[in-house]
């Protein structure tokens, strides 16, 4: 335990001074180890633990379901998407918001990764919202709060990550995760629609389409509808595995971009899988950095201690919980999400297994927690990327946030208030 607090400030300065956080992890570990078990350990460990902890065939879901994601941004489905929602809400108060909402719970349905779903949206919403008028701060604030509905609508990168950690039905935590993300979604849509209501001038009132164009803009919906029920329905019949499931959407999209609509050229193609290889490496060196430092964090016996001292508190579980969500709604303004996961579970799940609470259900409310954290400052890597593409300066795009970040609260409390909201569709697993 002596070297437990002198290492996590070690990387601590580490990510102050601008280390990436897998790396960070990687080299706080095999300092911590060094120092515990001598070059022997620490050596055998870095020979054989990154290999172990990567060659896993669930992960290799991950990048199969962002390039998923990446085909159907190329092949301008996502366009599709967005065009058959805007005709259907366009005319409510701040209708463009709303289709904007609508859409990345559509795109997040068949795609985990919620920076590709920000980028995607970023790249099709700004140019109609600027056509029409909307306030920019606004309509790019409802992109980057809406790319977040990809880490909770299943299939999610987060949700995979964390059932690996823990040994939890992703297919379960897929099932559970359906509510809350349609719970987030619409409340969402609500705030943008209170928001025009209160603000007419940010968001102009749109043209009405007849009952005649609606129904036909639901035949660009096809594509969207068959991957889901490829992907979402092959995993909880059980008739595929998750990393199944991922391929047969994989192979799924580009048959569809490329045979039946005929958008996906080769260059295209071959700028997909480049744009997949970024995120997937990122994420793969954090998986390896955090396990590292998991070994180091292991061998100090501080999960056992951190179990027992809980055990000891005269405080009742629930108030253990609400720590629990303030740590790691601060973790996520700081932190990458997925190396929050990995870097706190091996402590955390234990105690919170020990309190008798469903896994699923706290993987879903920590899965919350750290979605909050893609639209807070000072990380937010949702609003860097959506002001990044659309050159809209941060201070304005988090201040359009700033509606939807108290919407998120409002869920996360329903969430951890009523458990059975939660895990009642995936009672199964």
């Known amino acids: 335990m002596e070297y437990v607090f002198p290492i996590s400030l070690l990387l601590g300065v580490l990510l102050v001074v601008g280390m990436p956080i897998g790396f960070a992890m990687g080299v706080s570990g095999t300092i911590g180890l060094y120092l515990l078990g001598g070059p022997d350990i620490m050596l055998g460990i870095l020979a054989v633990g990154p290999y172990r902890n990567t060659a896993s065939w669930l992960l290799t879901a991950i990048p199969l379901f962002i390039f998923m994601a990446e085909i159907l941004t190329a092949s301008r489905i996502s366009s599709d998407m967005f065009r058959a929602a805007n005709k259907w809400v366009g005319h409510l108060p701040g209708g463009l918001a709303v289709a904007t909402v609508f859409t990345s719970a559509g795109f997040g349905a068949v795609s985990g990764s919620s920076t590709a779903a920000t980028a995607t949206m970023a790249r099709t919403v700004a140019p109609e919202a600027e056509k029409y008028g909307y306030d920019r701060g606004m309509i790019v604030g409802t992109v980057a709060a809406a790319g977040t509905l990809s880490i909770m609508i299943p299939p999610s990168v987060v949700l995979m990550v964390y059932g690996i950690i823990t040994e939890t ?109 970024k995120p997937t490496a990122m994420i793969f060196t954090i998986i390896i950095g955090a396990h590292v430092f998991g070994y180091f964090i292991t061998l100090t016996m501080a999960p056992q201690a951190l179990v027992e001292y809980v055990q000891g508190l005269d405080v009742s579980a629930g108030t253990i919980i609400f720590i629990l969500i303030i740590v790691y709604i601060l973790l996520g303004c700081v932190m990458d999400q997925l190396a929050i996961l990995i870097l706190t579970m091996p402590i955390v799940f234990p105690m919170v297994m020990e309190l008798g609470y469903s896994p699923i259900w706290f993987g879903i409310l920590i899965t919350k927690t750290v979605e909050i954290g893609l639209i807070t400052p000072p990380i937010g890597m949702n609003v860097f990327v959506a002001s990044a593409i659309t050159g809209v300066p941060l201070k304005r795009v988090f201040a359009g946030v700033l509606p939807f970040v108290l919407m998120e609260f409002i869920v996360l409390a329903l969430i951890a208030y009523f458990p059975d909201a939660v895990t009642w569709l995936s009672g199964r697993y």
């Open 169 to 277: 039905s992703i297919g379960g935590l897929f099932i559970a995760g359906i509510i809350p993300g349609l719970l987030t979604a619409a409340s969402f849509a609500a705030i943008t629609m209170i928001w025009a209501k209160l603000d007419t001038k940010s968001a102009p009132p749109i043209k009405h389409h007849s009952w005649a164009e609606r129904f036909a803009s639901l035949r660009d919906l096809w594509p969207i509808v068959l991957l889901f029920i490829f992907v979402i329905a092959g995993i909880y019949s059980g008739a595929v595995t998750v990393t199944e499931a991922a391929a047969i959407g994989c192979f799924g999209a580009v048959f569809i971009s490329v045979v039946m609509l005929r958008r996906l050229t080769f260059k295209d193609f071959l700028a997909a899988l480049e744009r997949t290889t």
